[in-house]
Nanobody, 125 residues
Framework: QVQLVESGGGLVHPGSSLRLTCAVS????????IGWFRQAPGKEREGVAC????????FYGDSVKGRFTISRDNGKNTVYLQMNNLKPEDTAIYHC??????????????????WGQGTQVTVSS
């Protein structure tokens, strides 16, 4: 069974950048799709980004397109989420998950059985 551990969150000002890290273990990462979703207090979970086995196949939520970039380093068993130009509405707990595969609807990310404990991102002036 796969284990996922997120890190890299923090408190930043609007316009700042953060890079989240998802450390993957338990299964060969090169065979896994990995996604990120977030959840803010009182809101539903929202798919953020997903990367298929082939790195060229990536998906982003509409609210983060052009600002966030997902990438993977199979040699380090790690997936990254680079977040630029952060906004207060990006404040949430960010989780990485292991979906069956990625899709634009993020259905499989949100339905994933395996995800990490999350890392808090707070964007505030």
């Amino acid at each position: 069974q796969v284990q996922l551990v997120e890190s890299g969150g923090g408190l930043v000002h609007p316009g700042s950048s953060l890079r989240l890290t998802c450390a993957v273990s338990g299964l060969p990462m090169e065979s896994l799709a990995i996604g990120w979703f977030r959840q803010a207090p009182g809101k539903e979970r929202e798919g953020v980004a997903c990367i298929n086995v082939q790195e060229e196949s990536t998906f982003y939520g509409d609210s983060v397109k052009g600002r966030f970039t997902i990438s993977r380093d199979n040699g380090k068993n790690t997936v990254y989420l680079q977040m630029n130009n952060l906004k207060p509405e990006d404040t949430a707990i960010y989780h990485c998950a292991q979906p069956k595969f990625c899709a634009s609807s993020f259905y499989y990310v949100l339905a994933a059985r395996s995800w990490g404990q999350g890392t808090q991102v707070t964007v505030s002036s």
